[in-house]
T-cell receptor, first 114, second 111 residues
Framework: NAGVTQTPKFQVLKTGQSMTLQCAQDMNHEYMSWYRQDPGMGLRLIHY???????DQGEVPNGYNVSRSTTEDFPLRLLSAAPSQTSVYFC?????????????FGPGTRLTVT | DAKTTQPNSMESNEEEPVHLPCNHS???????IHWYRQLPSQGPEYVIH???SNVNNRMASLAIAEDRKSSTLILHRATLRDAAVYYC????????????FGTGTRLTIIP
């Protein structure tokens, strides 16, 4: 299994541009989520999905959209990039959202908005 | 979400045991205690979790206080590859979807 994959690894955007961060998993996991990590801080939840066709907001959803058309893929869209969105973005998946389910994280996408 | 408190940083010598503490005085009866770690420039990875009893796996041991207000992650023989930020996280008993990460403990291993 490849696990959780993310593309691209690095991206530089200008303010106002849009882009999509890709996330895919091959473990048939129902639950997927997106986090952002700012320097020196822990991860904060942006959006999550408990299954295909179902998404919900996390702690910091503003400026981001998600959709879940398949079990495998969970793309994160930045609608109009702002310097405050400069961060490292991690995608994660788990079998379910249960309290004892291990979450698997991707390697991250480092985004810089100038 | 119930909060956890961890030291900002710790150091340990290579090949010695490491005890990473976590305080969670407001833990509820159905909260599970999870530990994740994040190696440099990587995503977090699961280490271990428990509810009441001490737990062991191939990576580490988790010792939980009898009153559950604190826990300790034990790395039995630290290697340089264990240098990472370690996060202690509580997950509630009702299928809470998110992991709430604090700032964790940065563990430095001294060769």
């Amino acid at each position: 299994n490849a696990g959780v994959t993310q593309t691209p690894k690095f991206q530089v955007l200008k303010t106002g541009q849009s882009m999509t961060l890709q996330c895919a998993q091959d473990m048939n996991h129902e639950y997927m989520s997106w986090y952002r990590q700012d320097p020196g801080m822990g991860l904060r939840l942006i959006h999550y999905s408990v299954g295909a066709g179902i998404t919900d907001q996390g702690e910091v959803p503003n400026g981001y959209n998600v959709s879940r058309s398949t079990t495998e893929d969970f793309p994160l869209r930045l609608l109009s990039a702002a310097p405050s969105q400069t961060s490292v973005y991690f995608c994660a998946s788990s079998y379910s959202s249960g309290r004892f389910d291990e979450q698997y994280f991707g390697p991250g996408t480092r985004l810089t908005v100038t | 979400d119930a909060k956890t408190t961890q030291p900002n940083s710790m150091e340990s010598n290579e090949e010695e045991p490491v005890h990473l503490p976590c305080n969670h005085s407001t833990i509820s009866g159905t909260d599970y205690i999870h530990w994740y770690r994040q190696l440099p420039s990587q995503g977090p990875e699961y280490v271990i979790h428990g509810l009441t009893s001490n737990v062991n796996n191939r990576m580490a041991s988790l010792a939980i206080a009898e009153d559950r207000k604190s826990s300790t992650l034990i790395l039995h023989r630290a290697t340089l590859r264990d240098a990472a930020v370690y996060y202690c996280i509580l997950r509630d008993g009702f299928g809470n979807e998110k992991l709430t990460f604090g700032t964790g403990t940065r563990l430095t291993i001294i060769p």
